[in-house]
C-alpha cells in the first residue's frame, strides 16, 4: 500500500508541476467564458442600421414603416451607452423621391448604396391586393432588415386586406395581436408559489441542466484522465521507466498508483473550478435583491440534496475505473500513440455515443430509448446524471450500478492482467492474447 501510495504521489506531481497542466486547468473556463461574452461584445458591437423608406404605394404607408423601424432602434445600455446593434430610420438619399417609378429608383439604388449614404433602403409599392417590399441592403448586411421588421411588414399586407374588406383597422390590429392565455403547468409547478422566470427555470429545470452538465463533465474527466493515463504509460514504457519502477513495486501496485495519481489531478482541477464557481456565484449573489437571494437558494435546494450527488460520484466513479484501468492496460502493449490509435479509436466512438443523444435527452429525459441506453454499462455514468432529475424507480438506480459494478470489475480484473503482461513481455495485443488473459486464473 506504501508502494502505491508513493507511485500516485509521483504521478500527481509530474502532471501538476508542469506548464501544460496549468494551461489546460484554465482552457475549459476560458472556452465557456469565451463562448458567453464573446457573441454578446459582438453582439454590442455590431454598427446600427440606417435604413430609409421610398414609398411608392400611394397609399401613404411610410409612416408606418418608419415606426416599426423606430421599435427596433438600439436600447440604452448601461450608463448610458447604447447597445448595439438595432435599426435607424433616416431621409431618403438625393435623388429618390415618391413620384419616381420603381425601376427608375432601383437603377440609382447600388450607387447610393456604395456611396455610404445608407446603409439598407425599403422600396415599397403595391400591385392590386398585395404590397410588395424590396429591401435593398450593402454587401453583407442581406436579410438583417427583414429579420428585425418582417413580422410589421406582413402586419400591413394584413390590413390592406382587412380594410378592402370594410374591416375597422382598430379591430383588425386587435384581432392581429389578440393571442390566447397559455401556460404549461406540472403538479409540482402548480402547487409551487408563482415566481419569476428565472426561479422557476431554476425549480423546473435545474436537476436536467445539471444534469446535462454532470454528464459531459463526467465524459470529459474520464476521457482526458485516460487518455492521461495512456499516455504516461507509453511514455514510460518506451523510455525503460516503467522497468525501473517494476524492479521496486508489483504491477498492480503500479497500475494502481497511476490510478489514484490522475483522480488527484482530476480533483485538483475540480476543486480549483468549484472554487471559481463559487466565487463567480457569490458574486451574483452579492449583486442581486435579498428576496432574490432567497428565492433561488430555495429553488436549487431542491436541485442538490446529499443523495443525489452521493449517487452522481457512484456513477462517476464506475466509469472512471472502467474506462482508466481499460486504457492503462492498452498502453502498457504500446510502443507509441500511434500504436494506441487502432485501438483508441473504437472505444472513443462507443464512448461518443451517448453525448449525441444528449440535446434530445435533455427536452426528453424519459425517453424510452434514452432508458435502454442507461442499462448498458459503457454508457451508463454518461446518461445516469441525466436520467436522474427525473424520479426514477429504487430498481433502475439498482440496477444500473450493479451492471456498471460488475462490467468495472471485469474490466478490472482483465486489465490488471493485460497491463501487467503488457509491462513484463512487452507483447502487441491481439485477440488471441487477450482472451489468454482474460481466461488465465489468478494464481498463474
Known sequence: MYKTLLIARREYLAFVRTVGFWLSLFTLPLIIGGSIFIPLMMRHSEPVETVAVLDLTGDHIEGAVVEAIRAHAPEAGPNGLLKGGGLQPVALPAGLTPDMTAVAAEAKIPALLASGAVGSIIVATDSENRLHFRIWSVNGHKGRVEDEIGRELNGLQYYKLAGMHGIDQGLARELRESKADIVSLTPASAAAPKTDGVISGVRENGGKVLGIIIAYLTWIAIFSSSMILLGSVIEEKASKVLEVLLASASAESLLVGKVLGVVMVMLTVWGIWGLTAFGLASYGFSVMPPDTVREVSAALSGVFSLGHIALLLTYFTGGYLMFGVFFAAIGAFCETQKDAQAIIGPMTMI??????????????????????????????????????????????????????????????????????????????????????????????
Open 351 to 444: 464512448m461518443m455515443i451517448p453525448m449525441i443523444t444528449m440535446q434530445v435527452a435533455f427536452t426528453s429525459p424519459d425517453l424510452p430509448m434514452l432508458k435502454y441506453m442507461s442499462w448498458f454499462p459503457l454508457f451508463t455514468p454518461f446518461l445516469m446524471p441525466l436520467r436522474l432529475s427525473q424520479s426514477l424507480p429504487w430498481y433502475e438506480i439498482a440496477g444500473t450500478l450493479a451492471g456498471m459494478g460488475i462490467v468495472a470489475l471485469i474490466m478490472i480484473s482483465v486489465g490488471r492482467r493485460a497491463f501487467k503482461a503488457g509491462a513484463l513481455t512487452g507483447g502487441k495485443l491481439s485477440w488471441g492474447m487477450l482472451l489468454q488473459i482474460a481466461t488465465r486464473k489468478p494464481a498463474s
